[in-house]
């Protein structure tokens, strides 16, 4: 499996490609162009794309990529929560409402990776002040403490991390008492 990140926008929103034999993106926010450049120059037949949420730093791309490639987009909006097999990869799909009422974390428990979009960033959580609300997302803090803590954490924006960092470094797992 190949993981690629490719910020972009002026908010350098990560945009994530996942590769094996089938290619997924992975919140396409802006810049289609670079995401294209990226899937031609490697090679990658493109065949399905996951939303975190969709606020624009996310989905600003999506539009120009299905004129590039039909291809399924993932969603809540078509998704439950359990476990999929999407584009040949095992995903857990996981409501983590709180930044947005459409916030969903994708589980790739194959590979010990959580692509989370806003929910959680190294050292911090989303906003939930844009369309989404602090009760929510305290429970989906509750909800994502209960995996395993080494799991690698993906944001939509910053660093990478792990969910052991977060639980015991980050300040709102302390503050929502969490």
Excluded: Q, W
Excluded at 34 to 41: P, Q, T, V, W
Excluded at 89 to 118: A, C, L, P, Q, R
Excluded at 134 to 163: A, C, E, R
């Amino acid at each position: 499996m190949d993981l690629k990140i490719i910020k972009v926008g002026s908010l350098e929103e990560n945009c994530y490609i996942i590769s094996n034999d089938k290619t997924i993106v992975i919140d396409p926010g802006d810049e289609a162009n670079k995401i294209i450049s990226y899937l031609k120059d490697n090679n990658l037949d493109l065949d399905s794309i996951l939303i975190t949420h969709h606020h624009f730093d996310h989905v600003g791309a999506l539009e120009d990529l299905l004129n590039y490639k039909k291809v399924k987009v993932y969603d809540i909006s078509n998704l439950e929560e359990k476990n999929y097999n999407i584009s040949g990869f095992n995903i857990e799909v996981i409501y983590t409402k709180g930044h947005t009422d459409d916030s969903v974390t994708y589980y790739f428990k194959d590979y010990n990776m959580m692509f989370v979009g806003d929910f959680i960033f190294e050292g911090s959580i989303g906003r939930t002040d844009l369309g989404g609300n602090t009760s929510d997302m305290i429970n989906s803090l509750k909800k994502i403490k209960k995996y395993n803590k080494n799991i690698n954490i993906y944001p939509g924006h910053g660093n990478s991390t792990t969910l052991k960092n977060e639980v015991d470094n980050n300040y709102y797992f302390k503050y929502f008492n969490i």
